[in-house]
């Protein structure tokens, strides 16, 4: 502190720069520095790989493009991993509106894939396949549903903190499945579910990932429609807004939490169900894949729009799978892909503040003294 | 005595962000020995001049030159160094220590707290402040608390004084007493500036006022030569009619009934005491208290926000003079009875609207539920929005820009025109005009009238006694949560209102010290 006032008085402790908060800035502005981000952040990954491996940066862009789009079964594996993040992300988008931190995504998506293979497992082979398909679907979806209101109720009664609960509820949800895995396993003591054989769903026009295409396209229609036009949309933004504000309109704070809560859950069950019968047709504790997590940052950088949302996790998919053609063209581990998925993450979240703020400098008069 | 002022500034310019100038080539001075005022609409840049000066903020352009040399002020610790102490608006002690510790908390080295409590009082009664250093902070009033901030300030050898509002917070006569106490510091030597927008207290108070206007700097003028007509001339920039109507009204049945209100917070202490009144259709009903003495709590258990915990709130309806039982009653089961139940609260963005919506979707807040719909109708509120716009004369880019980017009095607006526009019978509201500027005020005064004229049964808690006193028909006065009184608010006076307002605060402070004394045996 002394070193302060002793540079005080020899007067250069002015402080040269400082952090201005913009004013609201054009959307195509704002665009385009999200744009160079994301193309700073290609060439900052592009960079890292060249400085560790040595190899070639354009061998790099063309495995990154290669990997996302090189073949047509690569292509809908894209469409599809797309699809099942941003179904995820448009569940914890109305809970996040609400300021509700749903940090359980992974544990409501694994419960729901647990509800549906139990179905598939216990069910499968003494009922009808319609009233199969219909009893895993309501498992799900309130299995889903259940795990996301446990810690909406005590955030509604007691306002207990949701962010560390629903967190909590997911190592809960994988231990379960863990068990479950045990208990289910075929062969017995292998420790894993292979493929269940009866309850699942149906390729349609013999393409196994067009299901997921449809339900996404009808869900983020619904959530756009839903948060923007119907009263329970609104009734979430004051909430999440201010409860002070709702109550003093009326409405009633604590339905509101654990009615947008178990919307929440009850989405991610039905992602459950649609990679346990859509597409895995077995389920192990990583069935969920950290989607939970990364469906946070899809949810937040679209700033809650569903129709933004559908680029944000477009994007980070095509970053996730492009890395892995880098990593194993180059014969790395998983650790390099997610570091250049992390660049991306990190440019794109860190130029929101340069549009939200602006360095600026001081002009210097004091030289003349 | 040498010619040098204390304080001097050239050509001060701070910016926020690059539309906000918050000070626009101020220059000024503070000489040796006096009292400057300060004076200025709220948003006129007064506050941030002062933060510049104490430290907090850094000019962006311009120097600060105390006692004729150049300043850099990067930190309080460098306004200490140079002698200049500010006492804020909201006060930075804490809560469970003494007095004592308080002064000394920060300080550089060891310390002798009964040497430090001797100190206090030795300023205490060079000055003549009433002071008890080894008091805690929790246990003291507000004006004890200001006059430990004060003490805390000249202890650490301040002899330039910024005072941030310091009379928002007193009765007029703590108001008073604290003015003794600064006239008697400048007759020692020391440099006040005081940050006010209270006409009267500048008059009362300093030898010279400096005008702001947004930002600009005005001028400074002697103010004996000054009166409120040509300050507040200086301050607005144009003439404004100080006159608030008073109009009679020659019907003023009963429309709410308030028996033996109580209410208790979370620590199961009564914020409500035992409140009982009436409001009457076509009358204002003003409510005085100092801040925090239930005000609050009381228009928040009629508008059915409170949990009661005993008392009875009746509502007379005015076409069938039916008595209801407000009392348990949710807003929503409040407005399904047909009770027209307006509420301005006094958190706006908090709680009145909501900041990030536009003005369209702040105006359904109350009505959006009407109907079968799953959606929302927004074209009725659109037209509202517009209307309001056009007959409060809100200045706002649109119907669809977000209110919290509105200015204070066109928020006020907002939500005044909003709760107005459902044709109340009964219209509540809390610190109207706190923050606003004086053309939004007298809107604000304005609308309410027209209001009582209309048969509506006004509430209103205000700060300004000296708006209370020429506004309201009657006068209740708070104090810690009971009624202490109730005034006719053309007889009455703010010095009695003031009398009331301390009545029962008197006796709690003295309970209190009574229960630490015994609690100290």
């Known amino acids: 502190m002394n070193e302060n006032i002793k540079a ?19 959307w195509q502005k704002a665009w385009a520095i999200r744009f160079v981000a994301i193309v700073s952040a290609l060439l900052f990954s592009a960079l890292i790989t060249v400085l560790l491996t040595g190899v ?4 790099f862009f063309s495995a990154l493009v290669d990997g996302a789009f090189g073949t047509s079964r690569r292509r809908w594996l894209l469409i599809y991993e797309t ?56 498992a799900s979806v309130a299995a889903g549903a259940i795990w996301a209101v446990i810690p909406a109720f005590f955030k509604a009664i007691w306002n207990t903190n949701e962010t560390l609960f629903t967190l909590m509820m997911n190592y809960i949800a994988i231990q379960l499945v863990g068990y479950f895995c045990q208990i289910w396993a075929t062969p017995k003591g292998s420790g894993t579910i292979g493929i269940i054989p009866n309850g699942q769903f149906p390729a349609l026009f013999g393409n196994q990932y067009l299901l997921n295409v449809i339900v996404v396209v009808a869900l983020t229609a619904f959530m756009f429609v839903y948060l923007k036009y119907s009263k329970h949309g609104y009734e979430i933004s004051v909430v999440g807004e201010s409860e002070n504000t709702a109550r003093y309109i009326g409405v009633n704070v604590k339905k509101v939490i654990v009615r947008t809560v178990a919307l929440s859950g009850a989405i991610c069950g039905m992602v459950g169900l649609l990679l346990v019968a859509g597409t895995e047709h077995s389920i192990t504790k990583n069935t969920a894949g950290g989607r939970g997590f990364t469906a946070i940052i899809v949810s937040w950088m679209a700033k809650f729009n569903p129709l933004y949302m559908v680029f944000s996790a477009l994007l980070i998919v095509f970053m996730d799978r492009g890395a892995k053609q880098v990593t194993t063209l180059l014969k790395l581990n998983d650790s390099f892909s997610e570091i250049i998925t992390g660049i991306l993450i990190l440019f794109i979240i860190g130029c929101e503040f340069f549009i939200n703020y602006k360095i600026a400098s001081k002009s210097h008069k004091e030289d003349k003294n | 005595m040498n010619n040098v002022p204390a304080i001097e500034l050239r050509n001060i310019t701070k910016r926020f ?157 703590e108001t008073e007493k604290l003015f003794k106490i600064l006239r008697k510091m400048r007759d020692d030597g020391k440099s006040i500036i005081i940050i006010t927008h209270k006409l009267h207290e500048v008059l009362a108070i300093s030898d010279r006022v400096a005008v702001l206007r947004k930002g600009e700097y005005v001028g400074t003028v002697v103010t004996a030569e000054a009166t409120e007509t040509s300050l507040t001339e200086a301050m607005v920039g144009k003439k404004v009619d100080l006159n608030i109507e008073r109009s009679l009204s020659a019907n003023t049945p009963d429309r709410l009934i308030i028996k033996g209100l109580t209410c208790v917070n979370r620590d199961l202490q009564k914020v409500l005491d035992n409140v009982s009144f009436t409001a009457r259709s076509g009358e204002i009903l003003g409510i005085a208290g100092i801040s925090g003495s239930g005000q609050r709590e009381l228009l928040e258990a009629i508008a059915g926000l409170q949990h009661i915990q005993s008392g009875e709130i009746s509502y007379i309806d005015p076409n069938s003079g039916v008595l209801e039982n407000l009392r348990d009653k949710t807003p929503v089961q409040i407005r399904d009875l047909g009770v027209r139940l307006s509420f301005v609260p006094e958190d706006r963005l908090g709680m009145g609207l909501v900041g990030n919506m536009d003005i369209t979707d702040n105006m359904m807040l ?21 209307e309001i716009i056009e007959s409060l004369e809100v200045v706002t880019p649109s119907v669809s820009t977000p209110v919290r980017r509105l200015s204070g009095g066109n928020v006020q607006k907002v939500l005044v025109g909003r709760e107005i526009s459902s044709a109340p019978t009964v219209l509540m509201a809390a610190y109207p005009v706190r923050g606003l500027d004086i053309n939004s005020s007298y809107t604000i005064y304005n609308l309410l009238n027209q209001q009582k004229e209309r048969g509506v049964a006004v509430i209103f808690v205000g700060e300004d006694l000296d708006v209370l006193v020429e506004l309201c028909d009657r ?35 003295e309970e209190n010290t009574a229960k630490e004394e015994n609690a100290d045996e």
């Not at chain 1, 005080?8 to 720069?17: D, G, I, T, Y």
């Not at chain 2, 310390?111 to 300023?123: Q, S, T, Y």
């Not at chain 2, 009407?370 to 659109?382: I, M, Q, T, W």
């Open chain 1, 8 to 26: 005080a008085s020899s007067k250069k402790h002015e402080p040269r720069f400082h952090i201005v908060k913009r004013d609201q800035m054009k």
């Open chain 1, 56 to 59: 070639d940066p354009i061998k």
């Open chain 1, 83 to 138: 699809s099942i993040l941003l179904c995820v992300a448009l569940a914890l988008t109305p809970a996040f509106k609400m300021r509700f931190w749903n940090t359980g995504g992974e544990g409501q998506v694994l419960i729901g894939g647990m509800a549906t293979a139990a179905c598939m497992i216990l069910l499968g082979d003494k009922l009808p396949t319609p009233l199969l398909f219909l009893v895993m679907i309501v």
């Open chain 2, 17 to 173: 962000g690059t539309k906000v100038v918050a000070n626009k080539n101020v220059s000024l001075t503070v000489e040796r020995g006096e009292i400057l005022a300060i004076l200025g609409e709220n948003g006129s840049g007064k506050t941030t001049l002062m933060n510049m000066i104490s430290g907090i903020y850094f000019p962006d352009e311009g120097q600060i030159l105390i006692n004729g040399e150049e300043a850099v002020i990067a930190s309080p610790k460098d306004a200490f160094r140079y002698g200049i102490g500010m006492i804020h608006q909201h006060f930075k002690l804490v809560d469970v220590l003494t007095a004592a510790e308080n002064i000394v908390l920060g300080l550089k080295g060891s310390f002798n707290l009964k040497k430090a409590a001797e100190d206090v009082k030795r300023i205490a009664a060079q000055y003549g402040f009433e002071i008890d250093p080894m008091k805690k902070i929790y246990a003291m009033s507000v004006s004890e608390k200001q006059t430990v901030e004060i003490i805390k300030v000249l202890y650490r050898g301040a002899d330039i004084l910024i005072l941030d509002e310091p009379t928002a917070v007193l009765t007029p006569q």
């Open chain 2, 366 to 386: 109350r009505s959006y539920k009407a109907g079968n719909s799953a959606f929302l109708h927004r074209k009725e509120p659109r037209m509202l929005a517009n």
């Open chain 2, 475 to 509: 006068i209740l006065v708070l104090g810690s949560g009971k009624v202490t009184g109730i005034l006719d608010g053309r007889s009455t006076t703010k010095e009695e209102i003031g009398l009331y307002m301390t009545k029962s605060t008197a006796m709690e402070a």
